[in-house]
C-alpha cells in the first residue's frame, strides 16, 4: 500500500500568512495527488486535484506542486475562513489519505 | 444546488447491521462512480468502497470487505452502502463523494455533509 505522510500536523498561523503543507509518498505517485479542506459539520471540499489544478471555485490563493514523492500545498495569504483541517489524498494505486494538517489561529 | 445528502446513521451494537444511502441532487449522477469515505473520532480520511457508474466494477478497503456492500439505483439517483457485523472500529462519520469519472479511480469532487455511525453496546 502507498502510504501518505503529510507535516506538520497542526500549523499555527495568523491572518496573511503564506502558510504550506508538505504531503510525501512512500513510492512515486507521479501527479495523481489531490488536496481536501475540512471543517466541522460540513462537506469536505475538494481545492486541487493532479497535483497542482486548482479546482473550479476555490479561491487563487490556494496553490499545489510537486511530482513522484513529494507535494505541497500552499496557501499565498491566509484567510479567516481558511482555519481548516487539511488532508492530501493519492490516487495512483487506489486510495489512501495522509493523516491531516490543522491549521489554527496563531 | 449541488448536493449529496447521506442518511441511515445511528447507534447500533457489536454485530448488528445498518444501511447507510446517499442522495444526490444537483449534480450528475448517474455517468458518475461513487465512494463511501469515513472518519474515526479523532482520526483521519479513510477509503471505504467505490461503485463505477453502472455497478461493473466494485472494490472495497481491507478493513470492510466480507461485512459491507455498496450498491446504486440510478433510477433514483441514491447509492447505498451495507453495513453487517459491525465492530467497534466502523465507528465514524461515514461520507459519500462523487468521482469526476465513470470508472472510479480517481478523487473526489463532491462530498456529502457525512452521517454518523457508532457502534457500542
Known amino acids: 500500500d502507498i502510504q501518505m505522510t503529510q507535516s506538520p500536523s497542526t500549523l499555527s498561523a495568523s491572518v496573511g500568512d503564506r502558510v504550506t503543507i508538505t504531503c510525501r509518498a512512500s513510492q512515486s505517485i507521479g501527479r495523481w495527488l489531490a488536496w481536501y479542506q475540512l471543517k466541522p459539520g460540513k462537506a469536505p471540499k475538494l481545492l486541487i486535484y493532479d497535483a497542482s489544478r486548482l479546482e473550479s471555485g476555490v479561491p487563487l490563493r490556494f496553490s499545489g506542486s510537486g511530482s513522484g514523492t513529494e507535494f505541497t500545498l500552499t496557501i499565498s495569504s491566509l484567510q479567516p475562513d481558511d482555519f481548516a483541517t487539511y488532508y492530501c489524498q493519492q490516487y495512483n494505486t487506489y486510495r489512501t489519505f495522509g493523516q491531516g494538517t490543522k491549521v489554527e489561529i496563531k | 444546488q449541488a448536493q449529496l445528502v447521506e442518511s441511515g446513521g445511528g447507534a447500533v451494537q457489536p454485530g448488528r447491521s445498518l444501511r447507510l444511502s446517499c442522495a444526490a441532487s444537483?449534480?450528475?449522477?448517474?455517468?458518475?462512480?461513487m465512494h463511501w469515505v469515513r472518519q474515526a473520532p479523532g482520526e483521519g480520511l479513510e477509503w471505504v468502497a467505490v461503485?463505477?457508474?453502472?455497478?461493473?466494477?466494485?472494490y472495497y478497503a481491507d478493513s470492510v470487505k466480507g461485512r459491507f456492500t455498496i450498491s446504486r439505483d440510478n433510477s433514483k439517483n441514491t447509492m447505498y452502502l451495507q453495513m453487517n457485523s459491525l465492530r467497534a472500529e466502523d465507528t465514524a462519520v461515514y461520507y459519500c463523494?462523487?468521482?469526476?469519472?465513470?470508472?472510479?479511480?480517481?478523487?473526489?469532487?463532491?462530498w456529502g455533509q457525512g452521517t454518523l455511525v457508532t457502534v457500542s453496546s
Open positions: 461503485i463505477s457508474y453502472d455497478g461493473s466494477y466494485i
Open positions: 444537483g449534480i450528475t449522477f448517474s455517468s458518475h462512480a
Open positions: 463523494a462523487r468521482d469526476p469519472a465513470g470508472s472510479g479511480y480517481y478523487y473526489f469532487d463532491y
